[in-house]
């Protein structure tokens, strides 16, 4: 039996982030996913492999390695694949670039979200963070709000005025307090562990979607903020007791484990309730929406042929 093999520019060929938000609706109708995270380490060296299960949908393995010295070399510093396994008996089905996966589950778990939290008429979009993410975070949110008006900021300017080059009619913002209060919706890829967006710069009806903490030393938001919001999540199982930005306000005391409404398994109650309340999502990834995202991604090529 072939395996079929699906590479970064031809399998982006043939996607579409509605498309994909359709089958992230389409796999939290499933069975909740069976999921497990493996490292090991050789400094300054790292392999991650995160793997999911989900009964109807299959399996997946993605496996990263993460080799700093590698830039100094000419090499990627990241490199890994996505191993898709057929639902039915095991079998392997696709071996899927590692970076296609992980562009298209980041910003889509966070435009999926979006489209459930943010008001439809939001027309200003300000993007904190001009890296990759924050890239794949303009084509995105885009093919949701085709009107928007997109500004981004950044600690260094030259990158956002590089990332605007890129992308047809971003404006860059030197005030990142003024840029958030004008925006409808502020959606964050930093790597930031002191939080840069304050509480008390919000507006109501807004949304806020935080991408960049992973670790639990890291958030993006301050008190104020998750005070302030409507807070949700994609799946308490790997956001909760993980990140910073949800893990050290419930530390603390900050807000109690009620103050998380919903994830993606919450249907009902993962929806903006009202025009001028603010709603704060986390986008903590995990290898469920991985599986999710390279299903989708196959079936899109599989399509195709």
């Given at each position: 039996?072939?395996?079929?093999i699906?590479?970064?520019?031809?399998?982006?060929?043939?996607?579409?982030?509605l498309?994909?938000?359709?089958?992230?609706?389409?796999g939290?109708?499933?069975?909740?996913?069976?999921?497990?995270?493996?490292?090991?380490?050789?400094?300054?060296?790292?392999?991650?492999?995160?793997?999911?299960?989900?009964d109807?949908?299959?399996?997946?393995?993605?496996?990263?390695?993460?080799?700093?010295?590698?830039?100094?070399r000419?090499?990627?510093?990241?490199?890994g694949a996505?191993?898709?396994?057929?639902d039915?008996?095991g079998?392997?089905s696709?071996?899927?670039?590692?970076?296609?996966?992980?562009?298209w589950?980041?910003a889509?778990?966070?435009?999926?979200?979006?489209?459930?939290?943010a008001?439809?008429?939001?027309?200003?979009?300000?993007i904190?963070?001009?890296?990759?993410?924050g890239?794949?975070?303009f084509e995105?949110?885009?093919a949701?709000?085709?009107?928007?008006?997109?500004t981004?900021?950044?600690?260094t300017?030259?990158?956002?005025?590089a990332?605007?080059?890129?992308?047809?009619?971003?404006?860059?913002?030197?005030?990142l307090?003024?840029a958030?209060?004008?925006?409808?919706i502020v959606?964050s890829?930093?790597?930031?562990?002191?939080?840069?967006?304050?509480g008390?710069w919000?507006?109501p009806?807004?949304?806020?979607?935080?991408?960049?903490?992973?670790?639990?030393?890291?958030?993006?938001?301050d008190?104020?903020?998750i005070?302030?919001?409507?807070v949700?999540?994609?799946?308490?199982?790997t956001?909760?007791?993980?990140?910073?930005?949800?893990?050290?306000?419930?530390?603390t005391?900050?807000?109690?484990?009620?103050?998380?409404?919903?994830?993606?398994?919450?249907?009902?109650?993962?929806?903006?309730?009202?025009?001028?309340?603010?709603?704060?999502?986390?986008n903590?990834?995990?290898?469920?929406?991985?599986l999710m995202?390279?299903?989708?991604i196959l079936?899109?090529?599989?399509?195709?042929q």
């Amino acid at each position: 039996m072939s395996i079929t093999i699906i590479p970064f520019d031809e399998g982006e060929a043939h996607l579409d982030w509605l498309a994909l938000c359709d089958a992230f609706e389409a796999g939290h109708t499933l069975p909740r996913a069976e999921i497990a995270d493996t490292f090991l380490y050789r400094d300054p060296d790292t392999m991650l492999n995160r793997a999911a299960w989900i009964d109807g949908l299959g399996m997946a393995v993605k496996t990263a390695t993460i080799f700093p010295g590698n830039p100094g070399r000419g090499a990627p510093m990241v490199n890994g694949a996505v191993n898709l396994y057929d639902d039915a008996g095991g079998t392997l089905s696709a071996l899927v670039d590692f970076h296609l996966v992980t562009k298209w589950k980041t910003a889509g778990d966070s435009l999926y979200a979006a489209r459930k939290l943010a008001r439809p008429d939001s027309r200003n979009i300000l993007i904190v963070g001009a890296g990759t993410v924050g890239r794949s975070l303009f084509e995105a949110y885009s093919a949701a709000f085709p009107d928007a008006r997109f500004t981004v900021w950044n600690r260094t300017r030259a990158n956002a005025e590089a990332m605007a080059a890129d992308c047809p009619g971003l404006q860059v913002a030197d005030d990142l307090e003024a840029a958030v209060r004008a925006a409808d919706i502020v959606t964050s890829a930093t790597m930031s562990t002191d939080p840069i967006l304050k509480g008390d710069w919000l507006q109501p009806g807004q949304h806020i979607d935080l991408i960049g903490a992973y670790r639990p030393d890291m958030r993006e938001a301050d008190d104020t903020a998750i005070s302030r919001a409507r807070v949700f999540v994609d799946s308490f199982n790997t956001t909760v007791g993980h990140i910073g930005e949800i893990k050290i306000p419930l530390e603390t005391g900050t807000i109690t484990r009620d103050a998380l409404i919903a994830d993606y398994y919450q249907p009902q109650a993962f929806q903006r309730r009202s025009e001028d309340e603010i709603t704060l999502f986390k986008n903590g990834g995990g290898a469920h929406l991985d599986l999710m995202t390279s299903r989708y991604i196959l079936d899109a090529w599989q399509g195709s042929q």
